[in-house]
């Protein structure tokens, strides 16, 4: 299957600094990529929906000043938590949709965003 | 608006017993409906999908759901429990187009006990 590469897997950041997360598509071409946050024993929600070229669509309550997102090409789209503090502190995973109509999304393997 | 409704956030067995993980969903177009496993600090591995073909979908690790319109549910079962099967598991819905975002259930820890 198609596979979805997140970096870093774990990241440990000073409040008020800023933090990049990578999503890459290894094997296929991903028009868009969705960015999800997930609180501890809680579901995954959906922060924002990145196309390629365009401006991301975040979801309600969702800072896009925070929480930049780049899709610069069909493989790579980044999130970057922008002046992180403590409640920010989560997991976030990106998942990718392929091309073509079809209806499966893969996902990366989440990056743990600790702020200290 | 699609949703998800996973009723019991925990649910425990016994190695070897049955598993059922109950999903019902709402949505106001032919869903796609997707079952996922997510092991601690690891990100979701697709068990299965229903995507308008056969209502009973075999999955891997031996799980299989049952897309019953009328109950508007896709419960998800497996006949015996092994050990490795405990994870969380979260039911998912779309409208099946292409670039639209998945709509997660609260998610069930399943435990097995020896």
């Known amino acids: 299957g198609a596979v979805v590469s997140q970096h870093p897997s774990r990241v440990i950041c000073k409040s008020g600094t800023s933090v990049k997360i990578e999503c890459r598509s290894l094997?296929?071409?991903?028009?868009?990529m969705f960015w999800y946050r997930q609180f501890p024993k809680q579901s995954l929600m959906l922060m924002a929906t990145s196309n390629e070229g365009s401006k991301a669509t975040y979801e309600q309550g969702v800072e896009k000043d925070k929480f930049l997102i780049n899709h610069a090409s069909l493989t790579l789209s980044t999130l970057t938590v922008t002046s992180a503090h403590p409640e920010d502190s989560s997991f976030y995973i990106c998942?990718?949709?392929?091309?073509?109509?079809?209806?499966?999304?893969?996902f990366g393997q989440g990056t743990r965003l600790t702020v200290v | 608006a699609q949703s998800v409704t996973q009723l019991g956030s925990h649910v425990s067995v016994s190695e070897g017993a049955l598993v059922l993980l109950r999903c019902n969903y709402s949505s106001s177009v032919p869903p796609y409906l997707f079952w996922y496993v997510q092991y601690p600090n690891q990100g979701l591995q697709l068990l299965l999908k229903y995507t308008s073909a056969a209502t009973l979908v075999k999955g891997i690790n031996g799980f299989e759901a049952e897309f019953k319109k009328s109950e508007t549910s896709f419960h998800l079962t497996k006949p015996s429990a092994h050990m490795s099967d405990a994870a969380e598991y979260f039911c998912?819905?779309?409208?099946?187009?292409?670039?639209?975002?998945?709509?997660f259930g609260k998610g069930t820890t399943l435990s097995v006990s020896s």
């Open positions: 998942s990718a949709s392929v091309t073509g109509g079809r209806t499966e999304a893969f």
């Open positions: 998912a819905v779309s409208e099946g187009r292409s670039g639209t975002a998945l709509i």
């Open positions: 094997d296929f071409q991903a028009t868009t």
